[in-house]
């Protein structure tokens, strides 16, 4: 039998919250699975399924952590999350390995269980949480509370043709701050929590305050003043980079209509419910 799940993409950080914030979208990787003599994997990239195959590492984590046996799969993926960097490409894997080997034992592991073998694979919570809970999720040393915000926001990708490395772009920033950034940062993300709930469209610029991330990645970021300019003249509120970039995010109250040649530009709205069976 042929079971069909989706996992949506995710964007970390929200700007203001460096490892602690993060949002899933109605953008997806649609998943198909069935029961083989062997592995086999459709629609997916050749050089990570020989070097580094997230969905099957995640399987078998899974199948190790029940003790039991794995049986193998045909596992054919729709790939729309794009590959930039930012939207929880290999969350979204990560995440599918897991509730494939879910689906094919029973439904034997709960959401929460799902979480800590995901974060045993990779230690981003801020995407990985989302893209199993979806809605906001914020994390605290590993613990997730979902928030429930406004539904009137509207979210834009922007999405470039490079890949920025995520060790890459953490070994960039500061690794000490001062107590008025720190100050700054918690401050602001409080009011950002509270103008996502309210649809507060004063406050929820604050989402641009970062101090942590922002200032030493946006480097990386070809043109990201340039495109950050763009935005808040074609109607976005806020604009920041996604997870460690190189997508990045633009916040506003109606769909925007950004046409360029240099990236691509997609309207989205969140994603409430998280990977599930279609
Ligand atoms: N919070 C992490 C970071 C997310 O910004 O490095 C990585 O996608």
């Not at 198909?32 to 592995?39: L, Y």
């Given at each position: 039998?042929?079971?069909k799940?989706?996992?949506?993409?995710?964007?970390?950080?929200?700007?203001?919250?460096?490892?602690?914030?993060?949002?899933?979208?109605?953008?997806?990787?649609?998943?198909?699975?069935?029961?083989?003599?062997?592995?086999?994997?459709?629609?997916?990239?050749?050089e990570?399924?020989?070097?580094?195959?997230?969905?099957?590492?995640?399987?078998?984590?899974?199948a190790?952590y029940k003790?039991?046996?794995?049986?193998p799969?045909?596992?054919?993926?729709?790939?729309n999350?794009?590959m930039?960097?930012?939207?929880?490409?290999?969350?979204?894997?990560?995440?599918?390995?897991?509730?494939?080997f879910n689906?094919i034992?029973?439904n034997?592991?709960?959401?929460?269980?799902?979480?800590?073998?995901?974060?045993s694979?990779?230690?981003?919570?801020?995407?990985?949480?989302?893209?199993i809970y979806?809605?906001l999720?914020?994390i605290n040393?590993?613990?997730?509370?979902?928030?429930?915000?406004?539904?009137?926001w509207?979210?834009?990708?922007?999405?470039f043709?490079y890949?920025?490395?995520t060790?890459?772009?953490?070994?960039?920033?500061?690794?000490?701050i001062?107590?008025?950034?720190?100050?700054?940062n918690?401050s602001?993300?409080?009011?950002?929590?509270?103008?996502?709930?309210?649809?507060?469209?004063?406050?929820?610029?604050?989402?641009?305050?970062?101090?942590?991330?922002?200032?030493?990645?946006?480097k990386?970021?070809?043109?990201?003043?340039?495109?950050?300019?763009?935005?808040?003249?074609?109607?976005?509120l806020a604009?920041?980079?996604?997870?460690?970039?190189?997508?990045?995010?633009?916040?506003?109250?109606k769909?925007?209509?950004?046409?360029?040649?240099?990236?691509?530009?997609?309207?989205?709205?969140i994603?409430?419910?998280?990977?599930?069976?279609?």
């Amino acid at each position: 039998m042929t079971i069909k799940f989706k996992v949506p993409a995710t964007s970390a950080n929200l700007g203001i919250g460096f490892d602690c914030m993060g949002i899933a979208f109605n953008l997806y990787n649609f998943f198909e699975i069935k029961e083989a003599n062997n592995w086999i994997f459709e629609g997916f990239i050749e050089e990570e399924i020989k070097k580094n195959n997230l969905f099957l590492k995640s399987y078998l984590k899974a199948a190790k952590y029940k003790k039991i046996k794995a049986k193998p799969l045909l596992v054919k993926l729709k790939s729309n999350i794009p590959m930039c960097g930012g939207l929880g490409s290999s969350s979204s894997l990560i995440v599918a390995g897991i509730y494939a080997f879910n689906l094919i034992n029973n439904n034997c592991l709960n959401k929460d269980e799902i979480f800590k073998i995901a974060l045993s694979i990779e230690k981003h919570p801020d995407n990985i949480a989302p893209a199993i809970y979806g809605g906001l999720c914020i994390i605290n040393n590993n613990e997730i509370m979902k928030i429930k915000i406004s539904n009137k926001w509207h979210f834009g990708l922007w999405i470039f043709n490079y890949y920025i490395n995520t060790e890459k772009a953490r070994n960039i920033i500061k690794k000490e701050i001062s107590i008025d950034d720190a100050v700054n940062n918690v401050s602001s993300a409080l009011f950002v929590l509270k103008a996502l709930e309210d649809f507060d469209i004063a406050n929820i610029k604050k989402i641009m305050n970062d101090k942590i991330h922002e200032p030493y990645r946006k480097k990386l970021i070809k043109k990201f003043n340039i495109y950050k300019k763009m935005a808040l003249q074609n109607g976005a509120l806020a604009f920041v980079i996604s997870g460690s970039g190189s997508a990045c995010l633009s916040i506003s109250d109606k769909d925007l209509s950004i046409k360029e040649n240099d990236f691509k530009y997609i309207n989205v709205k969140i994603d409430k419910d998280g990977v599930r069976n279609v």
